[in-house]
């Protein structure tokens, strides 16, 4: 045939290259990076009083961004969003307080500092150390 490309052996130099690329490859590239828990409860001004003999709650006037399903961010020192979670349904602790646990999973590791943000609203910041990742925040609004 004219112009047929005729196979030519692999030379022993060309399969260690082969070689040597396909480990490269295959290594470090399916490492999951290390990544924290954390969880902690948000509290909150209770709408009414009566909502302690139910156990329900509804966050005051004023607070009605914090709630069941919202959203909470952490937040590296630049403002990025690192990870997200949501806020469980609200509980009443006594007749003036609503608070809803949280749980935000896969937060990777390798910053100095992460902050809290909760809401829609300016709260203020909370600010965790990674060192302090893994125990449980009592953060308050309000």
């Given at each position: 045939?004219v112009?047929a490309?005729t196979?030519?052996?692999?030379?022993?130099?060309?399969?260690?290259a082969?070689?040597?690329?396909?480990?490269?490859?295959?290594g470090?590239a399916?490492?999951?990076?290390?990544t924290?828990?954390?969880?902690?409860t948000i509290t909150?001004?209770?709408a009414?009083?009566g909502?302690?003999?139910?156990?329900k709650?509804?966050?005051?006037?004023g607070f009605e961004d914090?709630?069941?399903?919202?959203?909470i961010?952490l937040?590296?020192?630049?403002?990025?969003?690192?990870?997200?979670?949501?806020?469980?349904k609200?509980r009443?602790n006594n007749?003036?307080e609503?608070?809803?646990?949280?749980?935000?999973?896969d937060?990777?590791?390798g910053?100095k500092?992460y902050s809290?943000?909760?809401?829609n609203a300016f709260?203020g910041?909370y600010?965790i150390?990674e060192s302090e990742?893994?125990?449980?925040?009592?953060?308050?609004?309000?």
């Amino acid at each position: 045939m004219v112009g047929a490309m005729t196979p030519r052996p692999f030379g022993a130099a060309a399969a260690a290259a082969l070689a040597l690329l396909l480990a490269a490859c295959s290594g470090d590239a399916t490492e999951e990076p290390e990544t924290a828990f954390v969880s902690g409860t948000i509290t909150v001004a209770a709408a009414s009083s009566g909502q302690y003999i139910t156990g329900k709650c509804t966050a005051a006037d004023g607070f009605e961004d914090v709630h069941t399903g919202a959203q909470i961010t952490l937040l590296d020192s630049d403002g990025a969003v690192v990870a997200l979670g949501e806020l469980e349904k609200g509980r009443n602790n006594n007749s003036k307080e609503c608070f809803f646990k949280f749980t935000i999973a896969d937060v990777p590791l390798g910053y100095k500092f992460y902050s809290v943000d909760v809401g829609n609203a300016f709260r203020g910041v909370y600010t965790i150390a990674e060192s302090e990742l893994a125990k449980y925040h009592s953060l308050y609004i309000g």
